[in-house]
Nanobody, 123 residues
Framework: QVQLVESGGGLVQAGGSLRLSCATSGRTFSSYAMGWFRQAPGKGREFVAAIPGDDTNTLYANSVKDRFTISRDNAKNTVFLQMNSLKPEDTAVYYC????????????????WGQGTQVTVSS
């Protein structure tokens, strides 16, 4: 099984940037579509971005499009989320997740999850 470990969260002022990383321990990383999700207190899990195993496409939530960029380095078994122009409403725990098969935006389609990393954006 692939294990996922997020890092890179922290406190940042509105308008600032953070880069999240998700390192994996599996040997078949390129076989998995990867997604980033977030969950704020009192709210449900929200899709942020996703990328297929072959790095041929990307999907973004409308709320983050043109501000966030998902990418992956299959040689290093790592997926990234570059977050620019951060807003207070981006504050949440961010999770990376993996799934086999096609790219989707449904959190329940993803079967492997990291532990999450806190992102806090101050106003």
């Amino acid at each position: 099984q692939v294990q996922l470990v997020e890092s890179g969260g922290g406190l940042v002022q509105a308008g600032g940037s953070l880069r999240l990383s998700c390192a994996t321990s599996g040997r078949t990383f390129s076989s998995y579509a990867m997604g980033w999700f977030r969950q704020a207190p009192g709210k449900g899990r929200e899709f942020v971005a996703a990328i297929p195993g072959d790095d041929t496409n990307t999907l973004y939530a409308n709320s983050v499009k043109d501000r966030f960029t998902i990418s992956r380095d299959n040689a290093k078994n790592t997926v990234f989320l570059q977050m620019n122009s951060l807003k207070p409403e981006d504050t949440a725990v961010y999770y990376c997740a993996a799934k086999t098969g096609g790219l989707t935006i449904r959190w329940y389609d993803y079967t492997l999850w990291g532990q999450g990393t806190q992102v806090t954006v101050s106003s």
